[in-house]
């Protein structure tokens, strides 16, 4: 069936420090990708989004590349502050009319003075 | 102020007794869904709605009953709750087929 797949975390770097979150999906169809952001006590924030493939989507510094080819949406970025300190979500949405967001595990990311 | 409110955000109960948790939006959104959080599982929906009245099932809905009188409202019922429904839910609306907007979340536990 459809599922993403994350990195496990979690992940802690220095600051200004360079940030690969890895993202790999399988999914019937041509998908919608995200990367959500949820900072602590928080809901849900949308990152980015790639429609289509070779699209690439940034925001806040943050890029992920969609590649059909390798089925992956990796998140960049490349000098985190210790205010990126989150959870980061990949997703993928099928075309239907559900709106469903299929969800990776979530990726800690802790970044360090 | 666009957004997604739930309530309570923190509930502590027992086996079996029903609760309601409560979503509400304010952006006119057609489309409202019900997920939870589980750690190493991500966000799985429970239910879907895609306009008043108009109600289905996402990925894990046993356990839940949902309800859409209102185009705002988008209410998730646990009739008898057990431990295993002990979670993170989120809330989240959008335009059909755009961008989900998400509530801040409500913490449940069960004992």
């Known amino acids: 069936g459809d599922s993403v797949t994350q990195m496990e975390g979690p992940v802690t770097l220095s600051e200004e420090a360079f940030l690969t979150i890895n993202c790999t999906y399988t999914?019937?169809?041509?998908?919608?990708l995200f990367w959500y952001v949820q900072y602590p006590g928080e809901g849900l924030q949308l990152l980015l989004k790639?429609?289509?493939?070779?699209d690439k989507g940034s925001n806040k510094g943050f890029e992920a590349t969609y590649r059909k080819e390798t089925t992956s949406f990796h998140l960049e970025k490349g000098s985190v502050q210790v205010s990126d300190s989150a959870v980061y979500f990949c997703?993928?949405?099928?075309?239907?009319?559900?709106?469903?967001?299929?969800f990776g595990q979530g990726t800690t990311l802790q970044v360090k003075p | 102020e666009a957004q997604v409110t739930q309530n309570p955000r923190y509930l502590i109960t027992v086996t079996g007794k029903k609760l309601t948790v409560t979503c509400s939006q304010n952006?006119?959104?057609?489309?409202m869904s019900w997920y939870r959080q589980d750690p190493g599982l991500g966000l799985r929906q429970i239910y879907y709605?895609?306009?008043?009245?108009?109600?289905d099932k996402g990925d894990v809905p046993e356990g839940y009953k949902v309800s859409r009188k209102e185009k705002r409202n988008f209410p998730l019922i646990l009739e008898s709750p057990s431990p295993n429904q002990t979670s993170l839910y989120f809330c989240?609306?959008?335009?059909?087929?755009?961008?989900?907007?998400f509530g801040p979340g409500t913490r449940l536990t069960v004992t």
């Open positions: 999914a019937t169809g041509y998908p919608s």
């Open positions: 709605s895609m306009n008043v009245e108009v109600t």
């Open positions: 952006m006119n959104h057609e489309y």
């Open positions: 989240a609306s959008s335009r059909l087929g755009e961008e989900q907007y």
């Open positions: 790639a429609t289509k493939a070779d």
């Open positions: 997703a993928l949405k099928l075309p239907s009319n559900t709106g469903k967001l299929i």
